[in-house]
């Protein structure tokens, strides 16, 4: 007699309403940490989402490959790393333990991949040849600059929106060695207080977007699944990742997905140690249990801003005590909610409505959702 195998379909995720389908291997590539600081909700908030992405992922039965990258070379880390008299690797290295810390205690996997930007000069310095070889980019005075004049109209921005997020995020627009303020520095000539390497443009440094090219190419090719980040990091950042990328290797759209986390602000504001505004994730863990601030962060739209109340962790946890009395209840449950949990899932992630039905189902499918969501 022969033996009848059921398979399942193929399975998909619904991300910002892209549907990606995918087999068994799913490559996510999230823009990690610059650690010149300490860790705050909002970071928290981002990586706590990557990390269910992941779950939810492994759920749907697909394998997922997470790269998180450290953005150990970067202008403020060197002048954070000088103010405390450090190298700015050794600075980088050792603030990294209370983030690290902190996101075990938040259940927060580590990832597959950790690159650190310092390691990939070298494929930096390919990506830049790669770019001056098609004229995406140029060289002059030193550097290397990536042709930005239509990053504006590629990310759908008003031309004056884009120079004032390129100048809030470094880009230097008033730069006068560029032919157009939206260039960047795919290589950044050499300047005092920061550290230096030789290329064929003289001493100088990766720039901050093409180091993340270099690490997210090195790690999964010249393509991703999904690559996810802070919505802050949509533009400039993200928006030069995938243009340089694309011309780099002819390959379109350098990404399948992408999951920009909505920013955390407090009384509408966003959370900035200028504006002395941070709330800890330290802190916080220890004054409530890591689940309930888990909870918070994933019990809403992953890509809606909301702004931080500390009654928000209160409800959170009324919440998760719900779904804790609903998995202790001995009913055998329905099993088709796993099902609709996992489509559910499946579409953008809508974590309150999957929620809701394991609390009502209760049992096996609300233990099975405590287990995805990482809230265990
Ligand atoms: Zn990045």
């Given at each position: 007699m022969a033996r009848i195998h059921t398979v399942g379909g193929a399975p998909a995720a619904v991300i910002a309403g892209q549907r990606v389908e995918l087999l068994d291997r799913a490559r996510v590539y999230a823009c990690g940490i610059t650690p010149y600081d300490v860790t705050h909700l909002g970071h928290a908030a981002t990586f706590a989402w990557v990390d269910t992405l992941g779950r939810v992922l492994r759920f749907l039965g697909v394998d997922p490959e997470v790269c998180r990258n450290v953005t150990d070379v970067d202008d403020v880390l060197d002048a954070a790393a000088s103010r405390a008299g450090a190298a700015y690797d050794t600075f980088a290295a050792i603030q990294q333990f209370p983030f690290e810390r902190d996101m075990t205690a938040l259940n927060v996997r580590l990832p597959e991949h950790e690159p650190r930007a310092h390691r990939y000069v070298a494929q930096v310095i390919r990506l830049a040849s790669g770019l001056l070889d098609v004229g995406a980019a140029y060289a002059r005075e030193g550097s290397v600059y990536f042709r930005g004049a239509g990053m504006a109209s590629r990310a759908g921005l008003e031309r004056a929106e884009a120079l004032r997020l390129s100048g809030e995020y470094a880009?230097?627009?008033?730069?006068?060695?560029?032919?157009?303020?939206l260039d960047v520095a795919v290589w950044q000539a050499s300047e005092a207080g920061h550290p230096a390497w030789d290329s064929p443009w003289g001493p100088g440094r990766p720039g901050w977007h093409a180091g993340c090219v270099a690490m997210a190419m090195s790690v999964?090719?010249?393509?991703?699944?999904i690559h996810a980040g802070?919505?802050?990091?949509?533009f400039p950042h993200h928006a030069y990742h995938a243009a340089m990328a694309e011309a780099f290797?002819?390959?379109?759209?350098?990404?399948?997905a992408w999951l920009h986390a909505g920013i955390v602000t407090i009384g509408g504001a966003k959370m900035a140690k200028s504006a002395g505004n941070l709330v800890l994730l330290e802190e916080l863990l220890a004054a409530h249990p890591a689940a309930a601030i888990r909870l918070m962060i994933l019990d809403?739209?992953?890509a809606q801003s909301w702004d931080y109340q500390p009654g928000l962790i209160d409800a959170a946890a009324a919440r998760l005590e719900s779904l804790y009395k609903a998995a202790g209840r001995t009913v055998s449950g329905d099993p088709a909610a796993v099902d609709e949990m996992r489509r559910l899932l499946a579409a953008d992630l809508d974590v309150p409505a999957a929620l809701d039905l394991a609390i009502e189902t209760g049992g096996g499918p609300a233990r099975t959702l405590a287990g995805v969501l990482g809230l265990t």
């Amino acid at each position: 007699m022969a033996r009848i195998h059921t398979v399942g379909g193929a399975p998909a995720a619904v991300i910002a309403g892209q549907r990606v389908e995918l087999l068994d291997r799913a490559r996510v590539y999230a823009c990690g940490i610059t650690p010149y600081d300490v860790t705050h909700l909002g970071h928290a908030a981002t990586f706590a989402w990557v990390d269910t992405l992941g779950r939810v992922l492994r759920f749907l039965g697909v394998d997922p490959e997470v790269c998180r990258n450290v953005t150990d070379v970067d202008d403020v880390l060197d002048a954070a790393a000088s103010r405390a008299g450090a190298a700015y690797d050794t600075f980088a290295a050792i603030q990294q333990f209370p983030f690290e810390r902190d996101m075990t205690a938040l259940n927060v996997r580590l990832p597959e991949h950790e690159p650190r930007a310092h390691r990939y000069v070298a494929q930096v310095i390919r990506l830049a040849s790669g770019l001056l070889d098609v004229g995406a980019a140029y060289a002059r005075e030193g550097s290397v600059y990536f042709r930005g004049a239509g990053m504006a109209s590629r990310a759908g921005l008003e031309r004056a929106e884009a120079l004032r997020l390129s100048g809030e995020y470094a880009g230097r627009p008033d730069d006068p060695a560029k032919d157009d303020p939206l260039d960047v520095a795919v290589w950044q000539a050499s300047e005092a207080g920061h550290p230096a390497w030789d290329s064929p443009w003289g001493p100088g440094r990766p720039g901050w977007h093409a180091g993340c090219v270099a690490m997210a190419m090195s790690v999964f090719g010249p393509a991703v699944d999904i690559h996810a980040g802070g919505a802050d990091l949509r533009f400039p950042h993200h928006a030069y990742h995938a243009a340089m990328a694309e011309a780099f290797t002819g390959v379109r759209p350098y990404a399948r997905a992408w999951l920009h986390a909505g920013i955390v602000t407090i009384g509408g504001a966003k959370m900035a140690k200028s504006a002395g505004n941070l709330v800890l994730l330290e802190e916080l863990l220890a004054a409530h249990p890591a689940a309930a601030i888990r909870l918070m962060i994933l019990d809403r739209p992953w890509a809606q801003s909301w702004d931080y109340q500390p009654g928000l962790i209160d409800a959170a946890a009324a919440r998760l005590e719900s779904l804790y009395k609903a998995a202790g209840r001995t009913v055998s449950g329905d099993p088709a909610a796993v099902d609709e949990m996992r489509r559910l899932l499946a579409a953008d992630l809508d974590v309150p409505a999957a929620l809701d039905l394991a609390i009502e189902t209760g049992g096996g499918p609300a233990r099975t959702l405590a287990g995805v969501l990482g809230l265990t």
